[in-house]
């Protein structure tokens, strides 16, 4: 195949599902020239799977994205068709948006943000080898001969990379979708020496929707009040179209049972890792034998379409079976399947290969992100393709890489956990994975990283001032709350209607606040001076008042943790000569060769005895010096 050269900019993008598409965006917003590649652009930003935004823990990492300057947020308020604050019963940690889309629209609406954006070129085409100099990435070589060169690379590559797809006996390539998959580029991959491996997703089928019975199954309505996923939008209104609940029950579990020979999963076909945490029907019906039913959602994939996706019901299982099990639940018992389930393998990259910054140990300006790094989800994938675009930029620059810890963001915690931990399954984000979660709520992602998104170049000076406002106002309303006081026959009815204890003598209104159950609007009638807020200012506020204590213990715990993570380590230490490190641990740390003290005691390998050991040995030498 003959090679010509096409063009040449700063940084090239190979995919444009949500990791490539946040990569190209921040990589162009902070300045550079860059080029994003898509095997097919209507891949671009694609819902191959679920048709929603958000979810537990997942609604924190688009906050997050959102607040550096990325596109996820904004795109989903423009394009949402139902909106749910998840986990409400519980504690504003773990407080979670999230939102279905319409996937079309969102598809669209991200491309168009692309296709405007001056800096950034989006092209379609395959990419089949990159183009190396001295170890460096310097270019992709298109399946066409076209040659695009470049200071940096970001890989994005997403379920595309050495895809197949597994429908009972059935496999073949392919990529999600039944777009085609990259074949070529992973057979390079592995010859450049990178740490491969093989991971599996799925997907369920999808339903036409005047199919379904509405009426044996249980609605899901919208919140009321809906709350945006960008802090640019204060409110959003929409006609929002709901989804439905039903339940799979014996007579399904007998049918998936009698079946599990043609299941590719268990059939020996899938070489791959799946999800744990989001498995197969049939894999779900075998692990959980004593469970008499499992919970599915109906969701509408969006506003122009009768398709209807059944979550819950990802299948390898042979198309007959899939329609035989599906017609034995309440409500799907005249269903038409337009598209039938399916398990697809991919490649990815070990991601103990990847420094912290995204940037791979053993090519030189080759960064990773999404999908091909390990991790499962749209959200995990955008959050880190805007890091590595970030960071492409910032190698570029001849900056020091932008990392966030994981006291600072769940973005930290997703990057830190795949790096430094490395994952035996695609991984998935969960409140349960921050240790400081009470700090790193979803509410305050704003307070946490827009001042460092404004300095990166990414955010905007209209966002940047609307969050300098919207600090300054919550600060001041505070303070004020602390001054207001209120007699109590003013506020014990208030009181009373909540089941909250009266006061006997006069109380401040920050005191009210603090009681469960009592809100910023609740006090509205005993307080005329009370300014008009947003409802992002009177959760933030709310909040802050009521798990101050909290709050407070929590920033201790993470001063500690800070000292570890701030004594940091040369990259020419050499382990082995450290007396009283384990065998394990010099070869895991000499391996790894983490940036500090606290990188280092998550390596696996690394006892906390070793940790000691390490902290007397970088004493005695700070002593020495």
């Keep these: ?196 491996r093989r991971f599996k997703t799925g997907t369920p089928a999808r339903a036409l929707a005047d199919s379904l019975d509405y009426s044996k199954m249980t609605p899901q309505e919208g919140d009321s009040q809906i709350v945006p996923f960008s802090f640019m939008n204060d409110e959003l209104e929409c006609d929002q179209i709901k989804c439905w609940l039903t339940y799979t029950n014996e007579e399904t579990h007998e049918v998936i049972r009698n079946n599990f020979h043609r299941s590719a999963l268990f059939g020996g076909q899938i070489e791959g890792v799946g999800p744990r945490y989001c498995p197969s029907i049939e894999d779900k019906v075998n692990r959980f034998a004593d469970r008499k039913r499992h919970q599915l959602f109906i969701e509408p994939e969006g506003r122009y379409t009768d398709e209807m996706y059944i979550q819950g019901m990802s299948s390898s299982l042979p198309e007959d079976v899939q329609q035989q099990f599906y017609e034995t639940i309440e409500g799907l018992e005249n269903l038409k399947i337009v598209r039938p389930a399916y398990a697809i393998e991919y490649d990815c990259i070990d991601p103990l290969n990847l420094k912290i910054s995204l940037e791979n140990r053993t090519i030189e300006n080759l ?44 973005i930290g915690v997703l990057i830190d956990d795949l790096v430094t931990k490395g994952t035996n399954e695609p991984y998935r984000i969960m409140t349960s994975r921050a240790e400081y979660r009470l700090v790193l709520r979803q509410d305050n992602a704003d ?65 009210v606040l603090k009681r469960p159950g009592i809100t910023y609007d609740d006090v509205a009638s005993v307080d005329d001076e009370r300014p008009i807020l947003s409802q992002h200012q009177k959760t933030m506020m709310e909040v802050g008042i009521k798990y101050a204590g909290y709050i407070t213990k929590q920033q201790q715990q993470i001063d500690k943790f800070k000292r570890l993570e701030n004594r940091k380590l040369s990259r020419e230490l050499d382990y082995s000569s450290i007396e009283g490190l384990r065998i394990e641990a010099r070869q895991k740390l000499n391996e790894f060769k983490p940036l500090s003290v606290g990188q280092a005691s998550r390596i696996s390998g690394v006892s906390p005895a070793d940790i000691n050991v390490l902290l007397i040995y970088l004493e005695k030498e700070r002593r020495s010096n």
């Design 1 to 196: 195949m003959e090679k010509f050269l096409m063009d040449t900019y700063d940084i090239i993008v190979v995919g444009a599902g949500h990791a490539g598409c946040e990569a190209g965006l921040a990589a162009a917003r902070m300045g550079k020239r860059t080029l994003v590649l898509s095997i097919n652009l209507e891949a671009v930003a694609m819902m191959a799977c679920n048709p929603s935004i958000g979810g537990t823990g997942k609604g924190h990492l688009v906050r997050e994205i959102d607040a550096l300057g990325g596109q996820m947020g904004l795109n989903i308020d423009k394009t949402f068709i139902q909106s749910r604050m998840l986990n409400t019963a519980k504690g504003p940690a773990v407080h979670s948006l999230r939102a279905q889309a319409d996937k079309n629209e969102y598809h669209i609406e991200m491309k168009r943000t692309m296709e405007q954006e001056p800096l950034l070129d989006l092209k379609q085409g395959e990419v089949i080898d990159l183009v190396l100099e001295e170890g460096k990435a310097c270019g992709v070589v298109l399946r066409t001969g076209a040659v695009y060169n470049a200071k940096a690379v970001i890989l994005a590559t997403g379920t595309f990379l050495g895809g197949k797809i597994f429908i009972g006996d059935s496999a073949f390539d392919s990529g999600p979708n039944g777009l085609a998959p990259s074949m070529e580029l992973a057979a390079k991959l592995r010859e450049y020496g990178l740490p491969m």
């Design 367 to 410: 960064f990773c992100c999404g999908q091909f790094n390990g991790s499962s989800g749209y959200e995990e994938a955008a959050a880190q393709g805007l890091m590595a675009g970030i960071n492409a930029v910032l190698k570029l620059d001849d900056k020091e890489p932008f990392v966030l810890d994981r006291s600072e963001a769940y």
């Design 447 to 511: 307070l946490r990283l827009t001042e460092k998104g404004y300095r990166l170049g990414l955010v905007t000076r209209e966002r940047y001032d609307r969050f300098l406002e919207k600090k300054d106002v919550v600060e001041r309303e505070t303070e004020r709350l602390k001054k207001k006081v209120v007699k109590p026959d003013e506020i014990n009815p208030i009181l009373e209607a909540h089941n909250s204890a009266p006061v006997k003598t006069a109380v401040s209104l920050i005191e």
